[in-house]
């Protein structure tokens, strides 16, 4: 049982370039959230999803896109990378809506 | 002015000593309380649960809610170096009873327990 799988580990990307963040989890779990975690502001939640085809932003949605194409899978889009997304990046799921979350291990994300 | 109040620290205390950590929030709505444990370069992991008020205890640890005060804690009894962490407190909930898997978080604070 993996969990919650973050991939890739470690990405440094140049201003202006894209990429997406990968998050898939084998839980079955039907919410789906994407949080950044920077120094002095704990996580943050930038996008969430209740299910397949449902999400909605958090409370720092700029600059990132999402998608829920299946339950397992719930990928991170940075559209144009800034300086200012520079960060930790952690996927999240969990079975309900008053459930506590299961963390994956992170994407630290560079951007210069 | 933040929704979840956490002092960063960081904290350093010698082992078996008794841990203390706090948030407050601001927010009457939230209804389910958490304590997560980071450690360096991992993702959080899931210490305590609670709903609503009162104590929760779980081996060396205890979580407390205090709704009326908008107060949470964390105690940890014969603090070990293996507890040298980063502990997130966290809440969620709004009056439909459901948080849709959203969290909010304190800051974090920084916890080392030197032998």
Same mark, same amino acid.
């Given at each position: 049982?993996?969990?919650?799988?973050?991939? %890739?580990?470690?990405?440094?990307?140049?201003? !202006?370039?894209? &990429?997406? =963040?990968? @998050?898939?989890?084998?839980?079955?779990?039907?919410?789906? +959230?994407?949080?950044?975690?920077?120094?002095? &502001?704990?996580?943050?939640?930038?996008?969430?999803?209740?299910?397949?085809?449902?999400?909605?932003?958090?409370?720092? #949605? *700029?600059?990132?896109?999402?998608?829920?194409?299946?339950?397992?899978?719930?990928?991170?889009?940075?559209?144009?990378?800034?300086?200012?997304?520079?960060?930790?990046? $952690? @996927?999240?799921?969990?079975?309900?809506?008053?459930? #506590?979350?299961?963390?994956? *291990?992170?994407?630290?994300?560079?951007?210069? | 002015?933040?929704?979840?109040?956490?002092?960063?620290?960081?904290?350093?205390? %010698?082992? !078996?000593?008794?841990?203390?950590?706090? @948030?407050?929030?601001?927010?009457?709505?939230?209804?389910?309380? &958490?304590? /997560?444990?980071?450690?360096?370069?991992?993702? #959080?992991? =899931?210490?305590?649960?609670?709903? +609503?008020? !009162?104590?929760?205890?779980?081996?060396?640890?205890?979580?407390?809610?205090?709704? +009326?005060?908008?107060?949470?804690?964390? $105690?940890?009894?014969?603090?070990? #170096?293996?507890?040298?962490?980063? /502990?997130? @407190?966290? &809440?969620?909930?709004?009056?439909?009873?459901? +948080?849709?898997?959203?969290?909010?978080?304190?800051?974090?604070?920084?916890?080392?327990?030197? %032998?």
């Amino acid at each position: 049982n993996a969990g919650v799988t973050q991939t %890739p580990k470690f990405q440094v990307l140049k201003t !202006g370039q894209s &990429m997406t =963040l990968q @998050c898939a989890q084998d839980m079955n779990h039907e919410y789906m +959230s994407w949080y950044r975690q920077d120094p002095g &502001m704990g996580l943050r939640l930038i996008h969430y999803s209740v299910g397949a085809g449902i999400t909605d932003q958090g409370e720092v #949605p *700029n600059g990132y896109n999402v998608s829920r194409s299946t339950t397992e899978d719930f990928p991170l889009r940075l559209l144009s990378a800034a300086p200012s997304q520079t960060s930790v990046y $952690f @996927c999240a799921s969990s079975y309900a809506g008053y459930s #506590p979350l299961h963390f994956g *291990n992170g994407t630290r994300l560079t951007v210069t | 002015q933040k929704e979840v109040e956490q002092d960063p620290g960081p904290l350093s205390v %010698p082992e !078996g000593a008794i841990v203390s950590l706090n @948030c407050t929030y601001s927010n009457s709505a939230f209804q389910y309380f &958490m304590w /997560y444990r980071q450690y360096s370069r991992k993702g #959080p992991e =899931l210490l305590m649960y609670t709903y +609503s008020s !009162g104590n929760k205890e779980d081996g060396r640890f205890t979580a407390q809610v205090d709704k +009326s005060s908008k107060y949470i804690s964390l $105690f940890i009894r014969d603090s070990q #170096p293996s507890d040298s962490a980063t /502990y997130l @407190c966290a &809440m969620s909930g709004n009056a439909g009873g459901t +948080s849709y898997g959203k969290l909010t978080f304190g800051q974090g604070t920084i916890l080392t327990v030197h %032998p």
